[in-house]
């Protein structure tokens, strides 16, 4: 990835949102490739709901930035045939929970072309999907369904946590020939970072990244739970505790060396996400590294995250997604091991 | 919008196409009439006879014809050994198209080269038509592959298996088209039960919404599995068009000329930036819906005999005889080469490799992915201490 032609400038830019940084990977992908479209509801002229594709419409033309008809199968399913004829297709799901009448597609077909084929047809899709939970939305908006795609082969899945990532990710999902789905923490839109479009990308896109280093335990998540356990690790250090912090950034696949070179410092791991515990990320985590880190483990791999119930509604969903005190409680399980 | 160029955008602004003409005297006996409650449109009536239709007017020379019936036979011989091997055990699965050749030949020897086809898994005609080798089909039948083949290189998608997703596939493909700026023009292939289907139905919202050049081609074989076609709809298949803007037409699927006809007309249409065509080709499935089926629970002998007056090789056969066309040695010359054919596919179908266990690992993703090449690595070195074991004995 080339620096950005950017103005020079000795005056620092102002910090930008999440989401306007994923409107400037988009829109320097969109630049830097004639072939990468732009699919969604309401992503043209309204510039999406969360505006993270606002004004691309207006500068690429509606062949390149295409308001489709209200339907997600349709949006995945075309997409492939455009892939099909070269074209490298980023579609946006307009919220986690409707993301699901294109499952099949997701699933069936961009999944598995590429083996169907023997490798000889690509489908670089990237499906950028809002997700999770923590703005008081009504139900179908705050889910987060990640597990469901890392458990479908041929998918990458990623998650960005903060605006720099945001930037750099997305368009390192652009140039991948794999499918990726692209979760973005709506909570986190509004966050702003600076932005160095000329740096480029700090960090691989199958990486994950240690965010604070500790030498007494560590809290892996991704995503929306990067920011909480980042004040989880500032609390503890009030309390004499010395936590690191994992940014996952990719789930499928998932970095596990970093974990467990993390693991085989600290002893303890406590990982973290907002969708269901059950069956979810963080059990996959448990058990390769307690495969890899069997003896130097000093207490079992704590889970801290959604439950096995339907998203609750947005009055008790405080309750439901791990915050600050959940985590905390499970660092002083794991610490009275 | 750089590749929907104004011409076409004009175009699809004006009224809406007519509705298709349906020809009165075609609803006698030979057209179906009789027997169905709508007419077709038909170039050879199952006699033999040619009929000409105002619409559809189409020069077909007798070496044109001749071809036409070859590629009937052909096809029909490939499905003939696909399921005979299935019957001696060497494909896991086969699904038959006896009595859709008309309808699969003529509409893909419509198509130019440029041209894509999005097929179900039935389309061992379309296949044909497209010069994808028919060994290529056998792959996934016999389970040493799920598919294998290079959709570009023949302009062939993949077979579908889950029924209607590659109407999805051959819209986007036609916008792809539309943003080239090319001529060229898409077909997909579904049939009645896929009708029902969510995304056939949003395939054809799309198409409609961005005018793409794309041929929607029903083969309406009148079941599926053991449903039939009354079970997916209450109005006949191609009257759906006209409620997404489109137009649609029925044409006798068991008649190649007519079904070489429309599909051209309609792929002229589509390349010419005049969108999208609902083609609902009338036809039967012969055979069962698959090797594992067995139609006799829900469908009466009279029904298939009824279709079996209607075949669509016999037709152009008589045809050709009657006008002179083709003399005996020309049809021994055919028999042979479709004998010669099956032969070749027999060999090759037994010739077929296993993949490598490992190989399942080749393809899941373009490059590495630590999970992916974990388990490769685990998996081979468990393979290879059985080798180890079985060396040290």
């Known amino acids: 990835m080339s620096p950005a032609a950017t103005t020079a400038s000795d005056a620092p830019a102002a910090p930008v949102t999440l989401a306007k940084a994923l409107n400037k990977g988009l829109r320097r992908a969109m630049e830097q490739d004639p072939k990468v479209l732009l699919m969604g509801e309401d992503i043209g002229k309204l510039g999406g709901v969360f505006r993270v594709t606002d004004g691309l419409q207006k500068d690429f033309g509606d062949a390149r930035v295409i308001d489709t008809p209200l339907a997600e199968a349709g949006i995945i399913g075309t997409a492939i045939g455009l892939a099909l004829r070269g074209y490298r297709p980023v579609c946006e799901i307009q919220f986690d929970g409707f993301v699901f009448p294109a499952y099949d597609q997701i699933t069936t077909q961009v999944a598995k072309l590429y083996a ?88 691989g896109f199958d990486q994950a990244v240690v965010v604070r280093p500790g030498t007494d335990l560590t809290l892996a998540a991704h995503g929306p739970m990067v920011r909480t356990c980042l004040d989880v690790a500032r609390a503890a250090e009030e309390e004499g505790r010395s936590l690191e912090v994992i940014d996952l950034r990719t789930i499928s696949p998932l970095d596990v060396n970093t974990v467990v070179e993390s693991v085989n410092r600290t002893g303890r791991l406590v990982v973290v996400h907002e969708a269901p515990v059950f069956f979810g990320l963080g059990a996959e985590l448990a058990a390769q590294v307690t495969d890899r880190c069997f003896y130097r483990l000093e207490a079992p791999v704590g889970r801290v995250g959604g439950f096995h119930t339907p998203y609750p509604p947005s009055r008790i969903e405080e309750t439901y997604l791990p915050d600050l005190d959940r985590v905390l409680d499970a660092v002083d399980r794991a610490f009275d091991h | 919008m750089t590749t929907r160029t104004p011409a076409r955008s004009r175009r699809s602004a004006q009224a809406p196409e007519p509705e298709p003409v349906l020809v009165p005297e075609a609803a006698a006996a030979d057209g179906y009439g009789a027997a169905e409650e709508l007419p077709l449109i038909q170039l050879l009536t199952p006699e033999g006879e040619r009929r000409s239709h105002p619409d559809y007017p189409l020069d077909v020379d007798a070496e044109q014809a001749r071809a036409l019936y070859r590629d009937l036979v052909l096809v029909r011989r490939v499905d003939a050994e696909g399921t005979a091997l299935q019957r001696q055990g060497e494909l896991g ?178 390349r010419t930036g005049n969108g999208p065509t609902l083609i609902e080709a009338y036809t039967y499935r012969m055979g069962a819906h698959t090797t594992s089926d067995d139609p006799t629970r829900y469908r009466g002998n009279d029904e298939v005999e009824l279709w079996r007056a209607r075949d669509p090789l016999a037709r152009l056969r008589t045809y050709l005889v009657r006008e002179g066309q083709a003399d005996d040695e020309f049809f021994a010359e055919v028999e042979a080469e479709a004998d010669a054919l099956a032969a070749e596919i027999r060999a090759g179908c037994l010739s077929l490799p296993d993949p490598h266990p490992l190989s399942m690992f080749d393809y899941a993703y373009t490059g590495p992915h630590a999970q992916v090449e974990a388990e490769r690595e685990e998996l081979a070195a468990y393979l290879d201490s059985f080798t180890d074991e079985e060396a040290a004995r």
């Open chain 2, 93 to 270: 699965l086969w699904a038959s198209l006896l009595g859709q050749e008309a309808a699969q030949v003529g509409s893909g020897r419509a198509m130019r080269p440029g041209d894509f086809a999005f097929p179900t898994y039935r389309e061992h005609g379309v296949a044909w038509t497209r010069g994808v080798p028919p060994i290529n089909l056998l792959g996934m039948f016999r389970g040493v592959n799920n598919g294998g083949w290079d959709p570009n290189e023949k302009n062939f998608m993949l077979y579908t298996i889950v029924i209607g997703s590659q109407t999805l596939h051959a819209v986007g493909y036609a916008m792809g088209i539309q943003r080239d700026g090319s001529d060229d023009a898409v077909i997909a292939y579904f049939g009645d039960g896929a009708s029902s289907q969510g995304d056939v139905n949003e395939s054809f919202v799309f198409a409609a919404s961005y005018n793409a050049p794309v041929v929607f081609f029903c083969q309406n074989n009148q079941w599926a599995i053991s449903e039939p076609t009354e079970r997916q709809s209450r109005v006949p298949l191609f009257r759906r068009a006209s409620g997404f803007g489109f137009p649609g037409v029925r044409v006798d699927g068991n008649d190649v000329f007519a079904c070489l006809a429309v599909t051209r007309a309609a792929l002229d249409r589509a």
């Open chain 1, 116 to 203: 169907r084929s023997l490798g000889k047809m690509r489908v670089p899709i990237v499906i950028r999907i809002p997700y999770g939970g923590g703005i008081g939305a009504v139900e179908h908006h705050s889910e987060s369904p990640e597990a469901l795609f890392a458990h479908t082969a041929g998918l990458r899945v990623v998650a960005c946590s903060n605006p720099v990532d945001g930037y750099w990710m997305i368009q390192q999902a652009i140039e991948s020939d794999d499918p990726v789905i692209f979760f973005e923490p709506k909570r986190r839109y509004w966050d702003k970072a600076q932005l160095d479009e000329s740096a480029g990308p700090a960090y």
